[in-house]
């Protein structure tokens, strides 16, 4: 299969260091958003937070697994560029990037719904405020990382179906 | 490889149908609890349904999507089998299974945590009821419906490099 070639492989490589590096940003910016996100009750006084809410926890927590994969994922590549080989040769690598993208993009899927389901219902019963706002964008963000991992994660399929079919 | 052998592929058909009539039962019981979750405030006399929840109405179309998804590729297992032709030939079929289930555990995952993450928080604010432990369990089914699409996903992805490597 002529897609099996060398360059084809290189794009596909270059490809999906291009989306973790995309999905690693994104991830970045929806961790600081959710974690400076406050608000303080103009009649009470009283603040809250997301460490207030479980499920902005458990969507933080996703944020965290997706950013330390897709830190260790950067590294590897990183280290292929430099020394020429892959960290994990022969079929773990491909079965690591297959199952870690797969897993990964569900958690990262799990965490913004979580975070946009809770967030719809809180503003609507309360008026618009600072920290549903962050909190809105954070899941956004915390979703568009979520696309770039499931591209990843087709991207690591088809390659798992690529490598099989070249040894 | 010795994978490919018709017996192989015979066994994994198999176990793909099994995930996918399991997925189903699993969906119509978490599509009959949500839809039957109701409350009735003792103090108010206000009643609380699902529809009342923008969540609740994006995890019951979740829910029918994954419903409606396994129904037509259980029709296209007992159209195989009768027929002994597959529905879509060639790579189509291949293709559409991949993607299929890839998107469909998507939605189910996402549906199953906008649920968990809101009911989560009822449950915080107010004590246990009736239509909070419905909304529960229905989540907990679909949940337990997307583990097992998940499973059909990992094995339709390696049938698409099994194919690719017995053509």
Same mark, same amino acid.
């Given at each position: 299969? !002529? ?9 596909? %490589?270059?490809? @999906? ?5 995309? =999905? ?10 959710? !974690? ?29 697994? #997706? ?18 080989? %892959?960290? @994990?040769?022969?079929? #773990? ?20 719904? !979580? ?8 503003? %609507? ?6 920290? =549903?706002?962050? !909190? ?23 390659? @798992? ?7």
């Amino acid at each position: 299969m !002529a897609d099996s070639s060398p360059s084809s492989t290189t794009v596909s %490589r270059t490809a @999906l260091l291009l989306l973790r590096v995309l =999905t690693f940003i994104f991830l970045f910016i929806a961790l600081i958003l959710i !974690a400076v996100a406050k608000q303080t009750d103009d009649n009470t006084g009283e603040k809250i937070k997301f460490s207030d809410f479980y499920t902005y926890r458990y969507m933080i927590s996703t944020i965290i697994i #997706g950013f330390v994969y897709n830190l260790l994922q950067m590294g590897f590549s990183i280290f292929t560029v430099v020394s020429g080989n %892959r960290v @994990l040769s022969g079929d #773990g690598g491909y079965l690591f990037d297959f199952f870690g993208d797969k897993i990964i993009s569900y958690f990262l899927i799990s965490g913004s719904s !979580a975070g946009f389901g809770l967030t719809v219902e809180l503003r %609507r019963g309360a008026p618009s405020n600072s920290f =549903t706002d962050k !909190a809105h964008a954070s899941a956004s963000l915390l979703l568009i990382g979520f696309l770039f991992t499931a591209m990843a994660s087709t991207f690591t399929s088809f390659a @798992l179906s690529k490598k099989t079919n070249s040894s």
